[in-house]
């Protein structure tokens, strides 16, 4: 996919700050959208990027099943990340230096104005098909309310129309960690809280994935072991990803925050009442061992969506069954293809 950014502004968030001038980074097919082709769009989870090859590999790309050649693939960075689109690590243009915690809180909703501007940047007015999955599911949830007219068919797996005590919680839990960092809240400067970030993100993994998923990679190969590692070296590998791929504390703390903004029925008379607005023919998976979302609270939000499909899949590896479970999401996918 190639990568582009928009700058534009001024934008206003949510919560009534305002930027002068944003960037919106993101990726499409290579090529120029011709207004004719059909339109799929990805909305990425909370760590990755607008690249879908990049993260979803199996699935996106020259040839693939979300064939780059085929369809006019676009997916947008989400404001406060730290792949692109405008956040902490951007410069304040008042100040010279990255924002840090002095960014505007982002919501669910300000990711989606954002992904509207493009849009319309691009000169796409139907897209045949939206798949979001966790964070991205919770911006695909609020674009299909936003704009029901735009979307034919929409695919929501593994998320929730409103952020949950219990993901609250997690992130929460998060945060802390990288509030326990003192160098997190002296913002001298982007690396500050990366020790923070290391544990937040080794707490994440643990949500992301299951007990059946720990004991079948991370079990200890020698009977005689007298203090378990394995999983322990896991966790510390995970911590140091992060910190490798580029990503900082301030962007992680402000992506976090976006999490528990997701609430659909906002302003709307409530979750029902919003997620009744949605004309797209709409599709909601969930995956049987996931903890973050589990099937049951699923299935019961998917049939306020009139004429939605509910499926379950199954997985060893929880919540991150949305990354790995390619050949089931693959026979799901491949029904809904423009």
Known sequence: MKGHTLKAGPFTFENGDRLESIDIAYHTSPREYDGREPVIWICHALTANSDCEDWWPEMVGSGKLIDTDKYFVACVNMLGSAYGSSGPASINPKTGKPYLLSFPRVTVRDMINA?????????????????????????????????????????????????TPWLTASVETQRMALRADPSFEACEDIHGGEEGLKCARAQAMISYRCFQGYGLTQAEQ??????????????????????????DAYSYNSVSTSVISNNVGRGRGGVAKALSRIKARTTVVSIDTDGLFPPHHIEKWAALIPGATYLEITSNFGHDGFLLETAQLTEIISKLLP
């Open 115 to 163: 992904s509207i501007l493009v849009r319309k940047h691009l000169g796409v007015e139907k897209i045949d098909l939206l798949i979001g999955s966790s964070i991205g599911g919770f911006q695909s949830i609020e674009w299909a309310v936003m704009e029901p007219e735009v979307f034919r068919q929409a695919l929501f797996i593994a998320t929730e129309p409103r952020v």
């Open 222 to 247: 020698d009977d005689d072991t007298l203090f378990a590692d394995r999983a322990a070296s896991y966790q510390r590998y995970q911590g140091e990803k992060i910190i490798r791929r580029g990503f």
